[in-house]
């Protein structure tokens, strides 16, 4: 029996049977529907567009998956290529995942073992949003302030290293002064909050984030994997305050398969790069990198530089 999401399954009505889908319609055997919400905000092509569906058939004929242990493959080498080229500023460095949700897991433990490479063990708290989701992995809940987990979490007490604010300047200066020493990241949705109610806020917010956080030594972390691919109007909203980790996911292959990228700029690479290495260990994913992934999403972003 399939277990699903966001359903109490005891009071869960039938879900619509979908048997085809194409452009912004799904299929029932009875009716078209739209999709108004793009399989939760990944389909930005639409269903069954004939140049995604081409690429994957392309790469399966080859391989569909290699693992990035020991291995590469020219799909996952173009994509971190174009990603490098297409990403603003110094955001080069591309370690893949599966999943949104474990993309922010990786930036989260890669914000943290930054400090930690360089002995400073202080630095254990992130400080978020008020209203904030960054996915249902467990730490990805934790800096999350959705209710739906609240009664989860409450089980580990009172939130130590997670310090929620709301998206006022004055709060977030209040954070800084009062934390700055203990904070290794600063984790938002920029400008949108989808999940937690599709609360806007001003890019003023975000550049004196990043103005705090060079002046304190702290990681900007930006959770793109809804805004991103134009969400917000613009390509990315790194594009107007850049982060030091950028999170994608979602709307990455197009909708077409799971796949995410957590990636760091120059700073935070260079913190892993050393002879130690127990210093320099990311762990990875089983599907990272998959090829079939990388081959879609290829010509995802062709699409989207094409429209």
Same mark, same amino acid.
């Given at each position: 029996?399939?277990?699903?999401?966001?359903?109490?399954?005891?009071?869960?009505?039938?879900?619509?049977?979908?048997?085809?889908?194409?452009?912004?319609?799904?299929?029932?055997?009875?009716?078209?529907?739209?999709?108004?919400?793009?399989?939760?905000?990944?389909?930005?092509?639409?269903?069954?567009?004939?140049?995604?569906?081409?690429?994957?058939?392309?790469?399966?004929?080859?391989?569909?998956?290699?693992?990035?242990?020991?291995?590469?493959?020219?799909?996952? +080498?173009? *994509?971190?290529?174009?990603?490098?080229?297409? &990403?603003?500023? $110094?955001?080069?460095?591309?370690? @893949?995942?599966?999943? %949104?949700?474990?993309?922010?897991?990786?930036?989260?433990?890669?914000?943290?073992?930054?400090?930690?490479?360089?002995?400073?063990?202080?630095?254990?708290?992130?400080?978020?949003?008020?209203?904030?989701?960054?996915?249902?992995?467990?730490?990805?809940?934790?800096?999350?302030?959705?209710?739906?987990?609240?009664?989860?979490?409450?089980?580990?007490?009172?939130?130590?290293?997670?310090?929620?604010?709301?998206?006022?300047?004055?709060?977030?200066?209040?954070?800084?002064?009062?934390?700055?020493?203990?904070?290794?990241?600063?984790?938002?949705?920029?400008?949108?909050?989808?999940?937690?109610?599709?609360?806007?806020?001003?890019?003023?917010?975000?550049?004196?984030? +990043?103005? *705090?956080?060079?002046?304190?030594?702290?990681? &900007?972390?930006? $959770?793109?994997?809804?805004?991103? @691919?134009?969400?917000? %109007?613009?390509?990315?909203?790194?594009?107007?305050?850049?982060?030091?980790?950028?999170?994608?996911?979602?709307?990455?292959?197009?909708?077409?398969?799971?796949?995410?990228?957590?990636?760091?700029?120059?700073?935070?690479?260079?913190?892993?790069?050393?002879?130690?290495?127990?210093?320099?260990?990311?762990?990875?994913?089983?599907?990272?990198?998959?090829?079939?992934?990388?081959?879609?999403?290829?010509?995802?972003?062709?699409?989207?530089?094409?429209?």
């Amino acid at each position: 029996m399939i277990w699903y999401p966001y359903q109490q399954m005891k009071a869960m009505q039938a879900p619509y049977e979908i048997i085809d889908a194409n452009g912004v319609y799904l299929y029932t055997k009875k009716q078209k529907l739209i999709d108004s919400v793009s399989s939760w905000w990944s389909v930005i092509h639409g269903y069954k567009h004939p140049a995604l569906t081409e690429a994957i058939k392309s790469q399966a004929d080859r391989f569909s998956h290699v693992m990035l242990g020991g291995l590469t493959h020219e799909p996952v +080498r173009r *994509l971190s290529e174009k990603l490098e080229e297409w &990403l603003p500023g $110094d955001l080069d460095y591309c370690f @893949f995942s599966d999943s %949104g949700s474990v993309a922010v897991e990786v930036a989260l433990k890669m914000a943290l073992q930054f400090y930690v490479n360089r002995g400073d063990l202080k630095r254990t708290k992130v400080l978020a949003l008020t209203h904030a989701y960054h996915g249902d992995t467990f730490k990805a809940m934790e800096v999350g302030d959705d209710e739906d987990y609240h009664f989860i979490l409450q089980t580990y007490g009172e939130k130590k290293d997670v310090i929620h604010i709301p998206t006022e300047i004055g709060a977030l200066e209040e954070a800084f002064d009062r934390l700055h020493g203990e904070l290794n990241c600063f984790i938002v949705e920029p400008l949108l909050q989808g999940a937690g109610g599709m609360r806007m806020y001003d890019v003023s917010f975000l550049r004196r984030a +990043r103005e *705090l956080c060079d002046e304190y030594g702290v990681l &900007l972390v930006f $959770d793109e994997v809804a805004t991103g @691919f134009g969400r917000t %109007g613009n390509r990315f909203v790194a594009d107007l305050v850049l982060p030091d980790i950028l999170v994608l996911g979602k709307a990455l292959t197009g909708g077409y398969i799971g796949h995410a990228a957590t990636i760091a700029n120059h700073k935070v690479y260079e913190g892993f790069y050393a002879d130690a290495p127990e210093k320099a260990l990311m762990h990875g994913p089983t599907f990272m990198g998959n090829a079939l992934a990388c081959s879609v999403a290829l010509k995802s972003i062709e699409l989207f530089e094409e429209g």
